[in-house]
């Protein structure tokens, strides 16, 4: 059996990372993949995840990061624009640069865009700072903005104070009455052409100060500037919160949303969107919901495998990487442990699976952070070394039928859907089922055979999960030598070219 180094991970919670493997294998109601009967079963699966990804390329310093704790990825086929900000929020996570859990969409402290913005903010102050013949200029200048914010804070405050004394307003956001309430309310005031007429003197006035950097600062102190530009509120992508506001809309028999929609002030109100820089998938996430593309992993003592997860890491993940876990520490939950011990095999089936890449379009230019320059003004600050990879895509499944055996039989009654939630839910390879009334929220059942020699897990067809992703180092990436402009991912998705190569080469001119 060949064993080379390839790209790989393991991740484990922040807990299991801190315990020792001892404390490990010593849990009743925790088995690592190490401790497990299975303890090759995080290369198998690791090795099927790499030859789903190799088809869309791989360049030699990408890594492929495997989720520890698989939750529901929730998007739906009439929900399009909302399925897309729930794509960019679990794509726009930082990742370190060792082996960590990645549950669910990123907060923001923990959002890589936001963390590059603040970044590309400071190292544009730092390079005004160093340059005092426009300080005097610049200051006035600021003093007009200064006035011109006072006045579009003033009208934004006028009209949420408007929009308290509506009757609507008094309604939770999620509720679809709040949503059209709001939007209708806007309309009404005209918000939009008010709101334009207090902006514009801000735009004036910043492109005025541009104007003015732009006259002394250097080549690469340009590209700082052009940045910071590019990460302006205008330029960012509004996406809905929650699920129920297409859903609204649409019942309401309004024109169907567009693009031109979401572009607008009135879909930018933080209460009801996520306005950030825009990441896009570059598939059609509702049709993954309806494709088929069957894959199938079986996993047994005997299952050879090619690429090996913990060579690529450098650590030893599977000691960390769970096999089996238990969120209940109720009476009898740990039976499910001892029946796990008895495991023989594993069988994962998807409906689809599929690796989604991550468009970042203009907003992301990595040279802005990693000229040498621009090193020496923000190389010490903590959150620049955070920025250690950047994600290229997820690894998205749907419909997922699991299937454990055992070597010997298992009591039947004991494995239901309520004695699996009433121990607080489990989790098998990272897959959640049961806990906290999951098991109904991700559509899921499961069986037991009737020799009690198997249990099947089984999600409804819809039920998305994200099982990994495939991410690249950004602060030292790979150097590209090639002034040819690129607008296209191919390049990438050959395995041609790096993901942080094709954005530089994005902004040659």
Aim: hydrophobic share 35%.
């Amino acid at each position: 059996m060949e064993r080379r180094q390839f790209l790989g991970t393991s991740i484990a919670t922040a807990a299991a990372l801190a315990m020792p493997r001892s404390v490990l294998a010593q849990s009743a109601n925790r088995i690592s993949v190490a401790d497990s009967p299975l303890a090759n079963a995080l290369n198998v699966y690791y090795d099927s995840l790499v030859k789903i990804c190799q088809p869309q390329g791989l360049a030699n310093d990408q890594k492929l990061l495997l989720c520890n704790t698989i939750t529901p990825f929730p998007i739906a086929e009439d929900t399009p624009y909302y399925s897309q900000g729930v794509f960019r929020n679990y794509v726009d996570r930082v990742f370190a640069g060792e082996p960590s859990n990645a549950v669910g969409p990123a907060s923001r402290a923990e959002r890589f865009s936001f963390l590059y913005s603040d970044l590309v903010g400071i190292a544009n102050s730092k390079i005004e700072q160093s340059h005092p013949e426009v300080a005097v200029a610049l200051r006035k200048k600021r003093d007009e903005l200064t006035v011109q914010r006072k006045e579009l804070v003033q009208f934004l405050g006028d009209v949420r104070k408007q929009w308290s004394q509506q009757p609507e307003a008094a309604l939770p956001p999620t509720d679809a009455r709040y949503m059209l309430g709001y939007i209708t309310f806007l309309n009404n005031i005209q918000y939009e052409s008010q709101l334009q007429t207090y902006r514009d003197p801000v735009s004036d006035t910043l492109s005025e100060m541009n104007a003015i950097r732009r006259g002394v600062y250097k080549p690469w102190e340009q590209a700082v500037l052009d940045a910071f530009e590019a990460l302006s509120e205008d330029s960012s992508e509004s996406r809905p919160l929650q699920p129920t506001f297409e859903r609204s809309w649409a019942a309401a028999g309004r024109p169907p949303l567009t693009d031109l929609d979401f572009s607008t002030p009135i879909f930018r109100s933080p209460t009801l969107f996520d306005v950030t820089p825009g990441i896009y998938p570059t598939s059609d996430l509702s049709a993954f919901l309806r494709n088929q593309g069957t894959r199938r992993i079986d996993i047994s003592s005997s299952s050879q495998y090619q690429h090996t997860h913990d060579s690529a890491w450098g650590a030893s993940g599977s000691a960390s990487y769970m096999f089996f876990s238990v969120g209940g520490s109720g009476g009898g939950s740990s039976h499910f442990a001892q029946d796990i011990r008895k495991s023989n095999a594993l069988t994962f089936e998807f409906a689809n699976m599929e690796e989604v890449l991550a468009d970042r379009q203009l907003w992301f230019n990595p040279q802005a952070l990693i000229d040498p320059n621009v090193r020496k003004l923000i190389g010490t600050l903590p959150a620049y070394n955070r920025l250690q990879y950047v994600s290229v895509s997820a690894i998205i499944a749907r419909g997922l039928t699991l299937t454990v055996s055992f070597s010997s039989s298992v009591a039947t009654q004991s494995w239901t859907q309520q004695s699996i939630a009433a121990s607080g839910g489990i989790s098998i390879f990272g897959f959640g089922f049961g806990g906290g009334g999951s098991s109904s929220q991700s559509d899921s059942t499961v069986t037991v055979s009737a020799d009690g020699s198997s249990v099947t897990f089984k999600d409804g067809p819809k039920v998305a999960r994200v099982l990994g992703y495939r991410i690249e180092p950004f602060i030292k990436p790979m150097q590209d030598t090639s002034k040819k402009p690129l607008t296209s991912l191919d390049p990438v998705k050959s395995g041609a070219m790096s993901y942080i190569n094709f954005q530089q080469r994005r902004f040659v001119k």
